[in-house]
């Protein structure tokens, strides 16, 4: 990435912070591939302040071994508690989405890890509990679209996208930021209404409207418009996983 894209990078990755700490009901976060000039950015201009951050791991591993880590502490007894959406999933917490099945590569790892691509064939219906949510770390204006896809394909892993064009219409195509993405899974956590979440977080100027249902004696048909929907290229540089959330406060 270009030094802007990494700067422009390393703010969306602590406004992911900052909004997870906000939430009513935090998750577990960590950011994988954890080096060069990006971390050296943090350690130096950002002055080390991310070693504050709490509640966050850093990986020099990729995202599948932050994952496999999380997917530890989730399951553990300092793992926290499910709460707000999760709350009515306390008695299923290893359910994960059929659909996100892995195409090619390697064996297929535990069922605790979605990457989230717009490029994927498959649609979240809604988060699971105890599994790590991958968002890639890249800042490149679409340059390199179907990058995470195939990256996640390759390593087996599943993949996933937000239901953006199932709630939302849009007047152009839209690409997400990290922050965004991050922000959108928060608060579905808090209100289990992916419409509301959508609304509250995706940027004025896209001009983002909730797709309105008919009554049933239109046949419950929905408005439909021409939408395109998207949101930022992922690649493994970075990953921000959202699981299973904790209670905990900062003090």
Known sequence: MLEKELISLGAQLTRCYSENKKTP??????????????????ENVL???HLSWKG???????????AEALDEIMRSTSGGTLAGAFAKDKNDALKIEENCAPTVGRSKPAPSIVYLTSDSPYTLEYLSPNTSYIIGGIVD????KGLCYKRACEMGIPTAKLPIGEYMTMQSRTVLAVNHVAEIMLKWLVTGDWGEAFLSVIPKRKEAKLKVK?????????????????????LENQAVNAGKETDERDE
């Open 56 to 66: 966050v791991k850093f990986f020099e591993e990729d995202f599948v071994v932050a």
């Open 214 to 234: 008919r009554s049933e004696e239109d046949h419950g048909e929905e408005n439909e418009s021409d939408d395109e929907e998207g949101w930022a290229s992922a």
């Open 47 to 49: 002055t080390n302040n």
């Open 25 to 42: 009901y935090r998750s577990h976060l960590a950011l994988s591939s954890w080096g060069g000039t990006l971390k050296s950015r943090f």
């Open 141 to 144: 204006k679409n340059r390199h």
